[in-house]
């Protein structure tokens, strides 16, 4: 498995949330669920109707961990959601493959991230995965609470949560880029 990075520019992320517009509804739910509330693209895929419909939180039990997580639904990200399950069974996948009542694959889903993030001229290493660091870079970024993002990740440590949003690797790449003998 390639290593992926955050998109850390937010100007090329409403690039991308307009290219997957075009796309179809079902590609920009993924990806703003994604970048907005931070979940594993395999917990996202395994969402049905009924788990989010009429609710303020989506609750899981995560497929890596095991443990029980609860998200809050943003009232700027409900909008979208509640147009897009309007018409929609509550037994539905969320996220619903062409091919029938199953959903989308991961590798489906990188397609579409990695297809939307080419067209948007991003050059770094992109995956599904960027979706849950785009996330975290930008909650730590804003709210420079790594314990709390240590938390929501389920990380052992502040250094494995910032090493693993990219954050370290700026601050390294900052000093040494000013550093001279």
Do not use: W
Not at 109 to 121: D, E, L, P, T, V
Not at 168 to 179: E, G, M, R, T, V
């Amino acid at each position: 498995m390639e290593y992926v990075e955050p998109i850390r520019n937010r100007e090329k992320i409403e690039t991308v949330k307009r290219i997957l517009k075009q796309n179809g509804m079902r590609d920009f739910l993924l990806f703003l669920m994604g970048i907005n509330i931070g979940l594993r693209i395999s917990d996202i895929l395994k969402l049905r109707v009924c788990d989010v419909s009429n609710k303020d939180y989506i609750e899981i039990t995560e497929q890596k961990t095991g443990k029980y997580k609860r998200f809050p639904i943003t009232n700027s990200f409900k909008g979208y959601l509640d147009e897009f399950i309007f018409d929609k069974l509550p037994e539905n996948y969320l996220f619903t493959s062409q091919r029938g009542n199953k959903p989308i694959t991961r590798i489906q889903a990188y397609r579409i991230i990695n297809n939307a993030c080419q067209k948007a001229g991003i050059t770094s290493h992109v995956g599904t995965h960027t979706l849950r660091k785009t996330f975290g870079y930008h909650f730590y970024q804003e709210k420079k609470d790594v314990a709390l993002l240590q938390c929501i990740f389920n990380h052992s440590s502040p250094s494995v949560t910032l090493r693993y949003i990219g954050i370290n690797q700026d601050i390294i790449d900052a000093n040494l880029h000013s550093f001279a003998l």
